[in-house]
């Protein structure tokens, strides 16, 4: 399937064999009723809204006469029924996204934000390899850049060195096609904790929930900062490698 992929022009410093992408890209197995969750077309948006207006003032006359004419759905088997659709979305909304927004910048902005380093430093774990630096000052809770890679249905491989949850069944594989954000290192042996965090938003104007890195809580990134995240203890566990927190020399 990646044979296909549409690829954008990539950034400098840009790792040839992995395809460069400035969108997600959705496996065919992912089926569609979730895929509407994080990526809903204009008519879902539209229905959405109407069953939401529905839920808060009830069906209007004109359609519970309708309902009682056609005989064989009613009106409060109907208002059940959306309310239900309603409910389960924001269910899943609450469960899955940590912020909300109408402002968010584009990918074409985000990617101003960040640029890719090889590392010199021989005593950076990742000497050798990549990372993230800031290619501009970063203010607090900002959105750095969305994390994209090939979205795949229940394949979450926890040894894949560049793969993320994304719900519940689906996870966001940054190994074969992706963008900067597969860059990002772990903090672990390079600083004291991690500058920025991953969380799931819901661009408003879209409707499109998305994994991004933000700037962590009140910290403010100084242009050329090495940007780090938490990969999490676990990650490290599958590896064989019991890290504490700022221990990189316990392999297994
Ligand atoms: C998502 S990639 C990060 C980018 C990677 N440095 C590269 O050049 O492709 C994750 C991998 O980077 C390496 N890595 C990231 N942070 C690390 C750290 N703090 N200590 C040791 N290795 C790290 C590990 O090999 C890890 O599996």
Same mark, same amino acid.
């Given at each position: ?11 400098? /410093? *840009?790792?040839? %064999? ?7 890209? *959705? ?30 003032? /009830? ?22 029924? *959306?309310?239900? +659709? ?20 584009? +990918? ?5 934000? +960040? ?91 879209? %409707? ?15 242009? /050329? ?28």
């Amino acid at each position: 399937m990646y044979r296909d992929v549409k690829t954008a022009t990539p950034c400098s /410093g *840009w790792t040839p %064999e992995v395809k460069y992408i400035d969108k997600l890209v *959705w496996s065919p197995a992912v089926p569609k009723e979730l895929k509407q969750f994080f990526e809903p077309n204009q008519q879902a948006i539209e229905q959405a809204k109407k069953q939401q207006n529905s839920v808060r003032s /009830g069906p209007d006359d004109k359609t519970k006469k309708a309902n009682t004419d056609i005989g064989s759905v009613t009106a409060e088997e109907e208002e059940e029924e *959306w309310k239900d +659709i309603a409910g389960r979305t924001l269910n899943f909304l609450n469960e899955h996204v940590n912020l909300r927004g109408s402002d968010f910048p584009s +990918i074409k902005e985000q990617r101003r934000n +960040i640029k890719i380093k090889k590392i010199t430093d021989k005593s950076h774990p990742c000497c050798g390899a990549y990372g993230l630096v800031a290619a501009q000052n970063l203010a607090p809770r900002q959105l750095i850049l969305d994390y994209l890679g090939v979205v795949e249905y229940k394949s979450y491989s926890s040894s894949s060195d560049y793969v993320l949850r994304y719900g519940i069944d689906l996870s966001i594989d940054a190994e074969k096609c992706g963008n900067e954000a597969r860059f990002f290192n772990d903090f672990r042996g390079v600083a004291t904790g991690p500058n920025v965090c991953f969380l799931n938003y819901l661009d408003e104007r879209t %409707e499109k929930i998305r994994v991004g890195v933000f700037v962590l809580g009140n910290k403010k990134i100084k242009k /050329g900062e090495e940007l780090l995240v938490t990969y999490g203890k676990s990650f490290w566990s599958n590896r064989g490698m019991e890290m504490s927190e700022q221990n990189h020399s316990k392999h297994k």
